[in-house]
């Protein structure tokens, strides 16, 4: 029996032997000296790795569009909240058509206000009302700007009253700007397309806006903004919009 245990014992011993031979100063190393640190994995080390931030991305300008277009402000507004107005913008039409004097603004604390018209922006949905003895040239600039790169510029003023004198006409409780500040950028994207815009357009100048009134045929609208002689004015029949602006008198039909 002790025969047969020495037997099973022995090719254990010379294996190891074998393993761990002697090294050049006559010592035999260890079984745990004999393994190297660089083949052990060390799982901390490794996680670590994968913790370190990265460096962030630089958005293109497309990116940088699209997420301050997220971050602004969304403005709504709809045809039962601008309603309560018609009564009192009929009633000034008459008056001014009679050729009778204007009705005096009278505001009592905590009475409500109507609007003379409500500029709507089809682009950025937001919404500008005019308001009787009200001057909003500071929100005016920044109604009009740029959609495309969100860059406003100083507006021409006598637009305002233009917008101002067509919604008296016509009783107008609402007009959707289609178009006012065009930065260079966009201008010359818009003509790369094969849109009908001009090189040097006074919408790159501040100096021009389109705009269509539900409800009035634009043919209308357009003879009106004519007979005011404020500028150039352009028909777009395909569109339904007419471009008004403070540049030299002069017209044109558009597509």
Do not use: C
């Not at 966009?186 to 815009?197: D, I, S």
Request: without cysteine; proline residues 5%.
């Amino acid at each position: 029996m002790l025969w047969v245990v020495a037997l099973i014992t022995l090719p254990l011993q010379s294996s190891t032997e074998s393993t761990l031979s002697p090294g050049a100063d006559g010592v035999t190393p260890s079984l745990s000296e004999s393994v190297s640190d660089d083949s052990v994995f060390d799982a901390v080390a490794a996680r670590a790795e994968h913790l370190i931030p990265g460096e962030p991305r630089v958005l293109s300008k497309k990116e940088e569009w699209l997420r301050e277009k997220t971050l602004r402000p969304d403005f709504h507004t709809s045809d039962a909240d601008l309603a309560r107005n018609t009564v009192v913008a009929n009633r000034r039409a008459n008056r001014k058509a009679r050729g009778a004097a204007p009705e005096a603004i009278e505001s009592r604390p905590g009475e409500r206000m109507e609007p003379v018209t409500t500029l709507y922006n089809v682009w950025t949905r937001e919404a500008l009302p005019i308001l009787p003895g009200d001057s909003p040239e500071s929100r005016f600039h920044s109604f009009l700007r740029d959609h495309f790169t969100n860059q406003a510029t100083h507006m021409d003023e006598r637009l305002l009253n233009v917008l101002s004198r067509v919604a008296g006409k016509f009783a107008a409780k609402r007009i959707e700007v289609v178009s006012g500040y065009r930065s260079p950028k966009y201008n010359l994207m818009l003509r790369k397309k094969g849109h009908q815009v001009a090189r040097h357009s006074q919408h790159m100048e501040g100096n021009a806006v389109d705009f269509r009134i539900r409800g009035v045929a634009t043919k209308n609208v357009l003879h009106y903004v004519r007979s005011l002689h404020a500028g150039g004015v352009g028909f777009y029949p395909h569109s339904q919009f007419v471009h008004t602006d403070t540049g030299r008198v002069r017209y044109w039909h558009g597509s």
